[in-house]
């Protein structure tokens, strides 16, 4: 049936029904209808590809097809191991209270949190503790107030003024509003003080706020260590969000954040596609209008051979990076490199049941009264280690109580490098089960920032994990999901107000 032919007949119906106001605004409407995409791509099944699926349904609605591609297992960086007959965490641990997406996805999907196990912090600098938390508030605060003076106070209210700007975001996607790089994102959250963040190193910055450098080394430095493997000398911008990151209140999935996953997915109604995309292709085609299209030829290597499919968008949801991905861009002017510059720093999480070898940390205390449950360290040589955490199960059975480092139980050590046997000796005391998973966990930042990778490849051609540049943990990778669902929902129907708005901080303040 002809577009023509199609308007007659609703005006009829329409005048028939004498719905002509009804009537009126569909008609208006009509010419700016543009047909939605038959079919869209994502590439990578983690956090950001199961998003992004959940939110592109969201933009375009059930008639268009999402295939989610996947050569490894679903949810990348977030999976388990199980010792014995319980699950671990070995990738992504812990999420942020004020991580509204996270929130979001658990709440819809009905997936209950992790019921929360307290925790106790103690710093190690590769002879001794230098800190260790105890279980009384008060005698916390004396001890803090002691060592790091006012430092600490001044460090979660710098921390809040940052977390403050950094929520607009939410503002702004829930309006529908998306930015075209990572750049501009940060500009419309934090101005240019995020983008300056981005330019000088933690150190730097927080020298600059007046912090000493003692509270740097001995405090600092350990949260930077434990959150994405690296020195002080990250980016100011990952910096605070490492430093976040070490707020209480921090939640975990029941059953292993990996649910979340699965449960976008499912949610979306989009297809896995167990297989690994080796080259994405561009293809003009002759359109019914009789002008051109553009469709992406995507092909894969799975289990039952090779296939490629045509799709009208696709986006990418797994770095461009050495060691990370491996994907051929053809047919592009210009052409599109397969890796874009920088690379991804290795952290290895040893998950270990066994004893701990309690002279390793240089203390005295008896292991029968040990309970610290999150062992971090500074950057001095001493420390192989970034991080000894005893773990709970990614389900906490009723009456479970974190035992005692007296008896053997599940431990995660998070290293540079693969520990040697020596090393785990030195450790532990004894052990029953080793496992090993190697992640190239985070850039490595080194400020100043060069430019980060686009958003946008190429017309209808996204890129979701650029916003790593900037910080990588699940809640930015949900974040530049639903920002690239709705760039390429505006761009799709060109809806040029909704990208790129400057000062939007101000003009919706008027709309609440
Ligand atoms: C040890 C560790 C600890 C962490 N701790 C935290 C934490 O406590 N809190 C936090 O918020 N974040 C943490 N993170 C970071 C967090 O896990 C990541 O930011 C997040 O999981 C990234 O999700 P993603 O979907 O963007 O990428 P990924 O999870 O890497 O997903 C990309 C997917 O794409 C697939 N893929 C790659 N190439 C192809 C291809 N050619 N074809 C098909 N599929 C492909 C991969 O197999 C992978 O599954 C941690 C990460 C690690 C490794
Ligand atoms: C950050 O550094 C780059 C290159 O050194 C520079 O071009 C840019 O203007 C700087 N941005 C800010 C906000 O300082
Ligand atoms: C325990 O740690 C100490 C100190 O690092 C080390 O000397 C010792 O060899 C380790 N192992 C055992 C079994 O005590």
């Given at each position: ?355 701990l070898?309690m ?6 205390e008896p292991a029968s009264e040990f ?33 005692p480092a007296s ?106």
């Amino acid at each position: 049936m002809s577009t023509m032919s199609l308007h007659t007949l609703t005006l009829t119906a329409l005048l028939f029904l004498g719905l002509w106001t009804t009537g009126r605004r569909s008609l208006a409407s009509a010419p700016e209808l543009q047909e939605q995409p038959k079919k869209i791509a994502v590439v990578g099944a983690g956090i950001g590809g199961t998003a992004a699926a959940y939110y592109l349904r969201q933009e375009f609605g059930a008639g268009v097809k999402i295939d989610v591609f996947e050569s490894g297992t679903v949810c990348g960086r977030l999976a388990t191991v199980k010792v014995g007959d319980h699950e671990y965490e070995t990738g992504g641990l812990l999420i942020h209270p004020l991580n509204l997406h996270m929130k979001h996805f658990v709440e819809k999907l009905g997936i209950p949190l992790r019921k929360d196990v307290s925790s106790k912090m103690a710093i190690f600098d590769g002879k001794e503790l230098t800190f260790e938390e105890s279980d009384w508030f008060i005698i916390n605060f004396l001890r803090m107030l002691w060592q790091y003076g006012f430092n600490l106070l001044r460090m979660q209210m710098w921390v809040e003024s940052i977390l403050d700007k950094f929520m607009r975001i939410y503002q702004y996607q829930q309006y529908g509003y998306s930015f075209s790089s990572v750049e501009r994102l940060l500009h419309a959250m934090g101005g240019d003080g995020f983008l300056t963040l981005m330019n000088q190193t933690l150190e730097e910055v927080m020298i600059g706020e007046g912090f000493s450098q003692v509270f740097l080394n001995d405090f600092v430095a350990p949260i930077t260590r434990v959150s994405c493997g690296q020195s002080v000398r990250i980016h100011g911008f990952a910096g605070a969000s490492s430093l976040a990151g070490a707020d209480s209140g921090l939640w975990a999935i029941d059953g292993g954040n990996r649910r979340v996953c699965s449960g976008l997915l499912y949610n979306s109604k989009s297809d896995l596609i167990p297989a690994r995309v080796t080259s994405i292709a561009v293809k003009v085609r002759p359109s019914k209008t009789g002008s051109t299209a553009t469709f992406y030829e995507v092909s894969y290597v799975g289990e039952s051979g090779s296939a490629h499919s045509l799709y009208d968008i696709v986006l990418i949801a797994t770095p461009l990076h050495q060691g990370k991905s491996d994907i051929a861009f053809s047919g592009f002017s210009p052409p599109m490199p397969s890796h874009y510059p920088g690379r991804y720093h290795q952290t290895v999480s040893t998950v270990v049941h066994g004893l701990l070898n309690m002279s390793y940390l240089g203390t005295t205390e008896p292991a029968s009264e040990f309970t610290v449950s999150d062992v971090r360290t500074t950057d001095s040589k001493g420390s192989v280690i970034h991080r000894l955490t005893s773990l709970d199960p990614v389900h906490i059975p009723d009456g479970y109580k974190r035992p005692p480092a007296s008896h053997a139980k599940v431990w995660r050590v998070s290293s540079p490098q693969p520990l040697s046997q020596e090393q785990l000796r030195d450790m532990f005391l004894s052990w029953d089960s080793v496992s090993e998973s190697r992640w190239l966990a985070h850039p490595a930042y080194h400020p100043p920032h060069r430019k980060t990778p686009p958003f946008i490849l190429h017309n209808r051609l996204y890129y979701l994990s650029a916003v790593e540049w900037a910080a990588s943990t699940m809640e930015m990778s949900a974040i530049s999901a639903r920002n690239v669902a709705l760039l390429a929902h505006h761009r799709w129907h060109g809806q040029a107000g909704k990208i790129d708005q400057e000062d939007l901080h101000t003009r919706l303040r008027g709309e609440l």
